[in-house]
Protein backbone atom coordinates (compact mmCIF):
# COMPACT_ATOMS: atom_id res chain seq x y z
CA UNK A 1 0.00 0.00 0.00
CA UNK A 2 0.69 3.70 -0.83
CA UNK A 3 0.89 4.12 3.27
CA UNK A 4 1.81 3.59 6.65
CA UNK A 5 -0.21 0.58 7.88
CA UNK A 6 -0.51 -1.16 11.25
CA UNK A 7 -2.47 -4.03 12.64
CA UNK A 8 -4.30 -5.10 14.12
CA UNK A 9 -6.57 -1.83 14.07
CA UNK A 10 -7.79 -3.15 17.62
CA UNK A 11 -6.68 -5.08 20.11
CA UNK A 12 -8.49 -6.32 23.75
CA UNK A 13 -6.47 -8.12 25.88
CA UNK A 14 -6.48 -9.47 29.90
CA UNK A 15 -4.26 -7.75 32.42
CA UNK A 16 -1.02 -9.64 32.25
CA UNK A 17 -1.17 -11.22 28.87
CA UNK A 18 1.46 -10.61 25.94
CA UNK A 19 0.59 -8.17 23.15
CA UNK A 20 2.09 -7.44 19.88
CA UNK A 21 1.65 -4.62 17.58
CA UNK A 22 2.45 -4.27 14.18
CA UNK A 23 3.85 -1.55 11.77
CA UNK A 24 4.26 -1.67 8.07
CA UNK A 25 5.88 1.80 7.04
CA UNK A 26 6.10 3.16 3.85
CA UNK A 27 8.51 1.24 1.27
CA UNK A 28 11.82 2.40 1.57
CA UNK A 29 11.46 4.57 4.29
CA UNK A 30 14.32 4.64 7.06
CA UNK A 31 13.08 5.80 9.38
CA UNK A 32 10.11 4.69 11.93
CA UNK A 33 9.09 5.98 14.91
CA UNK A 34 6.88 4.63 17.80
CA UNK A 35 4.28 6.84 20.02
CA UNK A 36 1.66 6.26 22.57
CA UNK A 37 -1.72 8.37 22.59
CA UNK A 38 -3.83 8.29 25.63
CA UNK A 39 -7.30 9.47 25.31
CA UNK A 40 -7.70 13.31 25.29
CA UNK A 41 -3.71 13.69 25.12
CA UNK A 42 -1.40 14.16 22.77
CA UNK A 43 1.09 11.51 21.23
CA UNK A 44 3.98 10.53 23.52
CA UNK A 45 6.94 9.43 21.98
CA UNK A 46 8.22 5.98 22.67
CA UNK A 47 11.40 5.04 20.36
CA UNK A 48 12.57 5.85 16.71
CA UNK A 49 14.36 3.39 14.46
CA UNK A 50 16.99 4.18 11.79
CA UNK A 51 17.27 1.28 9.85
CA UNK A 52 17.41 -1.67 12.28
CA UNK A 53 18.38 -0.35 14.78
CA UNK A 54 16.78 1.85 17.95
CA UNK A 55 18.68 5.35 17.84
CA UNK A 56 16.33 6.40 20.82
CA UNK A 57 14.69 4.14 22.73
CA UNK A 58 14.23 7.19 25.86
CA UNK A 59 10.34 7.53 25.88
CA UNK A 60 10.21 3.79 26.64
CA UNK A 61 7.92 3.76 29.81
CA UNK A 62 9.33 0.73 31.03
CA UNK A 63 11.18 -2.78 30.95
CA UNK A 64 7.72 -4.64 29.46
CA UNK A 65 8.01 -2.52 26.32
CA UNK A 66 10.57 -3.53 23.77
CA UNK A 67 10.30 -3.55 19.60
CA UNK A 68 12.25 -4.66 16.92
CA UNK A 69 12.75 -4.05 13.63
CA UNK A 70 15.16 -6.83 12.05
CA UNK A 71 14.84 -6.34 8.31
CA UNK A 72 14.72 -2.54 8.42
CA UNK A 73 11.16 -2.36 7.06
CA UNK A 74 8.59 -3.74 9.15
CA UNK A 75 8.37 -3.04 13.01
CA UNK A 76 6.68 -4.96 16.41
CA UNK A 77 6.36 -3.46 19.50
CA UNK A 78 6.01 -5.88 22.42
CA UNK A 79 4.59 -5.49 25.34
CA UNK A 80 4.77 -8.01 28.59
CA UNK A 81 2.35 -8.29 31.29
CA UNK A 82 -0.04 -5.86 30.06
CA UNK A 83 -1.92 -3.24 32.43
CA UNK A 84 -4.88 -1.53 32.07
CA UNK A 85 -2.77 2.10 32.34
CA UNK A 86 -1.16 0.42 28.72
CA UNK A 87 -4.76 0.89 27.18
CA UNK A 88 -4.16 3.72 24.56
CA UNK A 89 -3.83 4.03 20.74
CA UNK A 90 -0.37 2.92 19.61
CA UNK A 91 0.93 5.31 16.52
CA UNK A 92 3.60 4.44 13.92
CA UNK A 93 5.56 7.03 12.05
CA UNK A 94 7.54 6.57 9.25
CA UNK A 95 9.92 9.09 7.18
CA UNK A 96 12.21 8.57 4.12
CA UNK A 97 15.33 9.28 5.81
CA UNK A 98 15.27 10.63 8.97
CA UNK A 99 16.73 14.08 8.61
CA UNK A 100 14.17 14.53 6.30
CA UNK A 101 11.51 15.28 9.01
CA UNK A 102 8.41 14.74 6.91
CA UNK A 103 6.28 12.28 8.47
CA UNK A 104 3.86 10.19 7.86
CA UNK A 105 1.24 8.36 10.53
CA UNK A 106 0.02 5.51 10.44
CA UNK A 107 -4.15 4.82 10.92
CA UNK A 108 -2.81 3.31 14.70
CA UNK A 109 -3.32 0.42 17.31
CA UNK A 110 -6.32 0.90 19.61
CA UNK A 111 -5.18 -1.57 22.71
CA UNK A 112 -7.41 -2.02 25.65
CA UNK A 113 -6.45 -3.98 28.28
CA UNK A 114 -9.26 -5.31 31.02
CA UNK B 1 13.95 18.06 25.96
CA UNK B 2 11.60 20.19 24.19
CA UNK B 3 8.27 21.60 25.55
CA UNK B 4 5.42 22.79 23.72
CA UNK B 5 2.68 24.72 24.47
CA UNK B 6 -0.50 25.27 22.44
CA UNK B 7 -3.73 27.56 22.78
CA UNK B 8 -6.29 27.85 22.75
CA UNK B 9 -7.25 24.13 24.46
CA UNK B 10 -10.63 24.72 22.86
CA UNK B 11 -12.02 26.65 20.22
CA UNK B 12 -15.42 26.88 18.51
CA UNK B 13 -16.18 29.71 16.00
CA UNK B 14 -18.93 29.95 13.05
CA UNK B 15 -18.42 29.04 9.72
CA UNK B 16 -16.29 31.59 7.46
CA UNK B 17 -13.97 33.48 10.32
CA UNK B 18 -10.46 33.46 10.67
CA UNK B 19 -8.86 31.32 13.11
CA UNK B 20 -5.70 31.24 14.69
CA UNK B 21 -3.90 28.51 17.12
CA UNK B 22 -0.52 29.71 18.54
CA UNK B 23 2.07 26.93 19.74
CA UNK B 24 5.25 27.98 21.40
CA UNK B 25 8.51 25.79 22.57
CA UNK B 26 11.29 25.56 24.78
CA UNK B 27 14.20 24.47 22.70
CA UNK B 28 15.48 25.61 19.50
CA UNK B 29 14.29 22.81 16.63
CA UNK B 30 15.17 22.03 13.07
CA UNK B 31 11.89 22.38 11.82
CA UNK B 32 8.22 22.37 13.33
CA UNK B 33 5.65 20.43 12.54
CA UNK B 34 1.81 21.33 12.48
CA UNK B 35 -0.66 18.56 12.10
CA UNK B 36 -4.63 17.59 12.04
CA UNK B 37 -6.02 14.89 13.78
CA UNK B 38 -10.55 14.07 12.90
CA UNK B 39 -11.89 12.26 15.78
CA UNK B 40 -11.36 8.25 15.63
CA UNK B 41 -9.04 9.57 12.77
CA UNK B 42 -5.25 9.32 12.32
CA UNK B 43 -3.08 11.69 12.51
CA UNK B 44 -2.09 14.14 8.88
CA UNK B 45 0.74 16.19 8.41
CA UNK B 46 0.06 19.74 7.42
CA UNK B 47 3.32 21.09 7.48
CA UNK B 48 6.81 21.30 8.49
CA UNK B 49 8.64 24.55 8.18
CA UNK B 50 12.10 25.85 9.50
CA UNK B 51 11.47 29.43 8.67
CA UNK B 52 9.28 32.11 7.82
CA UNK B 53 5.72 31.26 6.29
CA UNK B 54 3.98 28.39 3.88
CA UNK B 55 0.55 28.14 2.66
CA UNK B 56 -1.38 25.15 1.79
CA UNK B 57 -4.79 26.40 0.29
CA UNK B 58 -6.77 28.24 3.04
CA UNK B 59 -4.01 26.81 5.44
CA UNK B 60 -1.30 29.25 6.74
CA UNK B 61 1.51 28.56 8.92
CA UNK B 62 4.04 30.85 10.12
CA UNK B 63 7.17 30.43 12.47
CA UNK B 64 9.41 32.63 14.13
CA UNK B 65 12.58 31.39 15.46
CA UNK B 66 14.41 33.61 17.94
CA UNK B 67 11.08 33.81 19.56
CA UNK B 68 10.40 30.23 19.57
CA UNK B 69 6.79 30.90 18.29
CA UNK B 70 4.95 29.66 15.43
CA UNK B 71 1.00 29.90 14.46
CA UNK B 72 -1.41 28.20 12.36
CA UNK B 73 -4.18 30.04 10.69
CA UNK B 74 -7.21 29.00 8.61
CA UNK B 75 -9.23 31.69 6.29
CA UNK B 76 -12.43 31.04 5.54
CA UNK B 77 -13.27 28.58 7.87
CA UNK B 78 -15.68 25.48 7.15
CA UNK B 79 -17.49 23.03 9.28
CA UNK B 80 -15.03 20.31 7.60
CA UNK B 81 -12.07 22.06 9.37
CA UNK B 82 -13.29 21.21 12.52
CA UNK B 83 -10.43 18.62 13.94
CA UNK B 84 -8.03 18.51 16.45
CA UNK B 85 -4.78 20.76 15.40
CA UNK B 86 -1.53 19.75 16.94
CA UNK B 87 2.18 21.39 16.99
CA UNK B 88 5.17 18.96 17.41
CA UNK B 89 8.68 19.70 17.66
CA UNK B 90 11.81 17.55 17.84
CA UNK B 91 12.44 16.44 21.62
CA UNK B 92 15.86 17.68 21.36
CA UNK B 93 15.60 19.74 18.37
CA UNK B 94 17.38 17.74 15.77
CA UNK B 95 15.19 16.72 12.09
CA UNK B 96 15.50 13.56 12.79
CA UNK B 97 14.38 13.07 16.52
CA UNK B 98 11.35 11.51 17.71
CA UNK B 99 8.88 14.44 18.45
CA UNK B 100 6.99 16.15 20.84
CA UNK B 101 3.46 17.32 20.74
CA UNK B 102 1.74 20.21 21.92
CA UNK B 103 -1.75 18.65 23.74
CA UNK B 104 -3.60 19.47 20.75
CA UNK B 105 -6.35 22.25 20.12
CA UNK B 106 -9.41 21.03 19.60
CA UNK B 107 -11.74 23.50 16.90
CA UNK B 108 -15.56 23.17 15.90
CA UNK B 109 -16.70 24.92 12.89
CA UNK B 110 -20.06 25.80 13.46
CA UNK B 111 -22.78 26.41 10.37
Known amino acids: GAGVSQTPSNKVTEKGKYVELRCDPI?????LYWYRQSLGQGPEFLIY????????DSGLPNDRFFAVRPEGSVSTLKIQRTERGDSAVYLC????????????FGPGTRLTVL | KNEVEQSPQNLTAQEGEFITINCSYS?????LHWLQQHPGGGIVSLFM???GKKKHGRLIATINIQEKHSSLHITASHPRDSAVYICAVPRNGGGADGLTFGKGTHLIIQP
Open chain 1, 49 to 56: FQGTGAAD
Open chain 2, 49 to 51: LSS
Open chain 1, 93 to 104: ASSLVASDGHRF
Open chain 2, 27 to 31: VGISA
Open chain 1, 27 to 31: SGHTA
